[in-house]
């Protein structure tokens, strides 16, 4: 039974390429969010998504970010012409309800702009 | 915003002893959860409260949700190497709200 799972694990990123971040829930688990970890620094909230609908995307950055997450295949957080201060740890959670319990984290996907 | 002050920042303590640390904050909270995040790896969820006054255990760890329920407690027991960590709590502002307000982090050092 596999948990959460991101990719890629680490991503190297030129300034203004574009990142492009995968997150696939657990079985079962059809509510997903996405949160940022900047070094030293707890975990930012920045969307909530449940299948095809984006329920708050509150704590995502009005510009340059887009998150989905499909009917079919895993949530995408998209980071176009990527800057030096997006560099961060990019956590991907999902959970049976609304989070109510607690939410599940993937591993993470590590995105270093240089 | 709301904010957790999460303290403290950072302990070394000798295996075999007792660690503690805390979670406050101004506001009220619904949930606690305390969680452990490894080097390089995501948060796992150690310990969930829901209640005030709720007392919690999980091995050698265990939790409190503060009466006031602006604050919350961890404390692990006997402390072993592999307790190396970051440990983070996480505050739910108000009921059903799906959001987490995380805390900094207490960067836990066990020294053999």
């Known amino acids: 039974n596999a948990g959460v799972m991101q990719n890629p694990r680490h991503l190297v990123r030129r300034r203004g390429q574009e990142a492009r971040l995968r997150c696939s829930p657990m079985k079962g688990h059809s509510h997903v969010y996405w949160y940022r970890q900047l070094p030293e620094e707890g975990l930012k909230f920045m969307v909530y998504?449940?299948?095809?609908?984006?329920?708050?995307e509150s704590g995502m950055p009005k510009e340059r970010f887009s998150a989905e997450f499909p009917k079919e295949g895993p949530s995408i957080l998209r980071i176009q012409q990527v800057v030096r201060g997006d560099s961060a740890a990019y956590f991907c959670?999902?959970?049976?309800?609304?989070?109510?319990?607690?939410?599940?984290f993937g591993s993470g996907t590590r995105l270093t702009v240089v | 915003g709301q904010q957790l002050n999460q303290s403290p920042q950072s302990m070394f303590i000798q295996e075999g002893e007792d660690v503690s640390m805390n979670c406050t904050s101004s506001?009220?909270?619904?949930?606690w959860l305390w969680y452990k995040q490894d080097p390089g790896e995501g948060p796992v969820l150690l310990i969930a409260l829901y209640k005030a006054g709720e007392l919690t255990s999980n091995g050698r760890l265990t939790a409190q949700f503060g009466i006031t329920r602006k604050d919350s407690f961890l404390n692990i027991s006997a402390s072993i190497p592999s307790d190396v960590g970051i440990y983070f709590c996480a505050g739910q502002p108000t009921s059903g709200t799906y959001k987490y307000i995380f805390g900094t982090g207490t960067r836990l050092k066990v020294l053999a």
């Open positions: 506001s009220i909270f619904n949930t």
């Open positions: 998504l449940q299948k095809e609908n984006i329920i708050d």
């Open positions: 959670a999902s959970s049976p309800d609304r989070g109510d319990y607690g939410y599940t």
